[in-house]
């Protein structure tokens, strides 16, 4: 059986979007991976996919014919669905369990017969589950309760069995087990769309992987095309390495961490810091520099700075320092690094009754002018370094705008920017070659 | 197939014969039992004396018309009701994925006790407190149906506090009524009433009480397997191909039905429908094609036992709710603690 969906558009609310414009095609034994992060949409498409939800636009096709077309009955005879993993309220036995499967070819009244449980039988031995027919299904562990959902599929007779994180809360055995013998019932003509968050997972064992951002395909085809370094980088909003054999062939996904640079570096051009120094002949290189608030990101770039001018390197830019007073951060300084320029950008709230949804910093609307003013005339130094960008920037084109831009025409050789972690995901989705460090004042000797 | 199938199967017969033959006793042994002593020989003879006449000939009347007028149609109301909210609450706790409610969980108690208030303060007439009582408790599940009808997110969720709202909205309607009572006359009466009885109970009472009754557990025994499917909640039902919504409406509708007949009838009567089940799930196990005959028959004979106990144990009646309260919490306890109820 063959699964098609076309231009699937979905909204829980009419201004809350979270299916976008999907399209995808399961063919008959081939398994389908969907990937994204918590909140893209992932289960929202599979209950799209499986009837459960029916989208606001667009159509879901089995063999050509309209999803809705069927009945719900005659729907589960073609598309089964396994959910996230759940406990039940009550205990029911494996058997009874996968008897549960026989409900779309029961009526209304019907109870399962004979015929019914020799059907149930065939799953269970199947999947080596017909030892564990008359445990309780609540006492039995994640990985058999997984096997005995899929076993309800099975004796539901579906071509098409969706699942949704089958391999969450698994450890690497179960996993393997899990997604052998889904590979082996492939193999066998049933079709498979599987959401995951293991983009491992989806290398070994998927035939087309779906990446979902934001309830928008990211990327659709086989495994190879999609799972790169870019897209996995974009859609997860960290830097990802595929590793690979010698021929090229990807084998493994891994997430990297900030990478631990000390500003010291810049004198060794062996070093990492040095050889980005290096490229940055070539095309423009951007360093994030992240970390919690009070890690020392401000201090780092100071250092980077001071060194760079002793280096003999071109430095410009703004500096954004704290100042103290009675060691209370009570407002924020803004420092032109061409020009030694500086101006109060931002002052603490002192307004004891100001509410706790206005900000606590009040920022000069002139000294902003003047600091965007400043970030646009400056023209392409050896370093340029912006601190800092922030949500204002990201989310409401607000502040230091100007940085943006900046960034985005890639008029710079090294640009070092300090960005809070959380926002690395939408950095990364704007600019993925940027590299991560780790802005933490205990990498500075 | 395995050598372990024999043994279960044989358990499973066993218990589901003690399960059937358990109500039967207890409807003889409450013809039985009483104050006015009447031998075993005569009690029979007296069941049979409408059709052989003669077999009732040496039986003295006040005999005869005891077994017939009172224990008689008492008995049937204890075996319905109590089957009614074994089989209620068994379907209830399956269809809320909880296996803490019954179906007074929407109100319908609530509104049956004030509909009856209602009645014995200004009316007073047995049947009308009767009638009062089956469309207020009507009532109360209908306004918590609508009442979360105005809401679209988690509808099962939003149906229980529903519910509760209208329980307790009509818990304070009673009260004021009580209020409002003559404390000497009405008062009493209602309280009486609150704590449910089959004392007053004759076969005038029972026509409507029969005819819901049997076509409701006749509706929960039909659908009690996909009781199993609903209980894994709305997503994995629709997924198996069942339309949830639909079922449940049907369920509740037959449920307050039932319950409604069977307040009316007997009063408030508490812990039925929410201890039963676990005893049965404790006897036959969580699947609801055995659960749900195991809930009627096992509702019946504690309903049978409790009036058996309120009718002798003490000169006066004891109320089945205080009873039902007494023997139900520490059961519920007990199945709390020892019980593999899931």
Request: charged share 15%; net charge neutral.
């Amino acid at each position: 059986m063959q699964l098609q969906a076309n231009h699937l558009h979905f909204a829980y609310l009419p201004e809350k979007t979270v299916l976008d414009d999907i399209s995808l095609l399961i063919d008959p034994g081939e398994t389908l991976y969907i990937l994204g992060r918590n909140g893209s949409g992932k289960t929202t498409l599979l209950s799209c996919l499986a009837g459960l939800l029916e989208p606001a636009s667009g159509e879901v096709l089995l063999d050509g014919a309209s999803l809705q077309s069927f009945d719900p009955a005659e729907r589960a005879r073609r598309v089964g669905l396994i959910p996230q993993m759940h406990t039940p309220a009550f205990g029911y036995t494996v058997n009874e369990m996968v008897m549960m499967g026989r409900a779309p070819y029961l009526g209304w009244l019907g109870s399962p017969n004979h015929e019914d449980q020799s059907i149930v039988d065939e799953a269970l031995a199947q999947l080596g589950l017909f030892e564990l027919r008359d445990r309780p299904y609540t006492e039995i562990s994640g990985g058999e309760q997984q096997l005995v959902l899929i076993a309800r599929g099975l004796a539901q007779k579906c071509q098409l069995l969706l699942m949704d994180e089958p391999t969450a809360h698994l450890d690497l055995s179960n996993q393997h087990r899990i997604l052998e013998i889904v590979s082996q019932l492939a193999d066998r003509g049933l079709s498979f769309a599987i959401s995951s968050h293991s983009p491992n997972n989806a290398l070994s064992y998927a035939d087309r992987v779906l990446l979902l951002a934001s309830g928008k395909v990211t990327a659709y085809g086989n495994p190879m095309e999609t799972l790169t370094e870019p897209m996995l980088s974009a859609i997860y909003g960290i830097r990802t390495e595929v590793l690979t054999n010698g021929d090229g062939k990807p084998l493994a996904v891994i997430s990297q961490r900030p990478m631990a640079l000390e500003p010291t570096a810049l004198r060794d051009p062996q070093s990492p810091l040095g050889q980005i120094f290096a490229r940055s002949q070539q095309e423009p290189q951007l360093i994030l520099v992240t970390g919690l608030s009070g890690v020392g990101k401000t201090t780092w770039c100071t250092q980077l700075i001071s060194l760079a001018r002793k280096a003999g390197l071109s430095v410009n830019g703004l500096l954004s320092p704290s100042i103290f007073k009675d060691g209370r951060k009570v407002g924020i300084e803004v420092v032109d690094l061409h020009s030694s320029d500086h101006r109060q950008l931002a002052s603490l709230r002192e307004d004891e009754t100001a509410s706790m949804q206005t900000p606590r910093w009040v920022f000069d609307s002139d000294a902003m002018a003047w600091a965007n003013q400043t970030l646009s005339d400056s023209g392409k130094a050896d370093l340029t370094v912006i601190d800092e960008l922030g949500p204002l920037e990201f989310a409401q084109s607000k502040g230091l705008t100007a940085g943006l831009v900046k960034l985005d025409s890639g008029d710079y050789r090294v640009a070092a920017v300090v960005i809070r972690s959380a926002l690395l995901p939408q950095a990364l989705s704007r600019w993925p070659n940027a590299i991560i460090v780790n802005g933490s004042a205990k990498n500075l000797s | 197939m395995p050598s372990t199938e024999a043994p279960t199967r044989l358990k499973q017969t066993i218990t589901g014969l003690a399960l059937a033959l358990l109500p039967v006793i207890l409807f003889i042994l409450a013809l039985l039992l009483g104050r006015y002593p009447i031998g075993p020989l005569d009690v029979g003879r007296s069941l049979l004396s409408p059709i052989f006449p003669q077999l009732g000939a040496d039986i003295p009347d006040v005999a005869r018309r005891l077994v017939l007028r009172v224990r008689l149609p008492r008995a049937l109301a204890a075996l319905l009701i109590g089957a009614s909210y074994g089989g209620t609450g068994a379907a209830f706790q399956a269809i809320f994925k909880n296996p803490l409610v019954d179906s007074n969980i929407l109100g319908v108690t609530s509104g049956a006790g004030f509909g009856a208030a209602l009645a014995l303060l200004l009316l007073q007439s047995q049947w009308q407190v009767q009638i009062f009582a089956f469309a207020f408790g009507l009532l109360a599940v209908g306004l918590a149906f609508f009442g979360s009808r105005l809401y679209k997110s988690s509808p099962l969720l939003v149906l229980t506090l529903m519910g509760i709202l209208v329980g307790s909205l009509f818990g304070s309607l009673t009260a004021l009524l009580k209020y409002m009572a003559d404390p000497l006359d009405t008062l009493p009466a209602i309280t009486f009433w609150l704590l449910g009885s089959l004392s007053a109970v004759t076969w005038s009472n029972l026509p409507t009480l029969v005819i819901i009754t049997l076509l409701g557990l006749a509706f929960l025994w039909l659908i009690r397997w996909r009781l199993n499917v609903l209980s894994l909640g709305d997503a994995e039902a629709r997924a198996l191909g069942i339309n949830p919504t639909r079922a449940k409406l049907w369920i509740i509708i037959a449920s307050t039905l039932m319950t409604a007949a069977a307040v009316s009838v007997s009063g408030v009567i508490g812990w039925i429908g929410l201890v039963i089940p676990h005893a049965g799930r404790l006897l036959v196990g969580p699947n609801h094609k055995r659960l749900m005959p195991a809930s009627i028959l096992l509702g019946a004979a504690f309903l049978l036992l409790i009036d058996n106990i309120a009718r002798t144990l003490l000169p006066g009646e004891i109320p089945l709710g205080v009873l039902t309260g007494l023997v139900g919490v520490p059961v519920l306890a007990f199945l709390l603690r020892h019980g593999r109820t899931g």
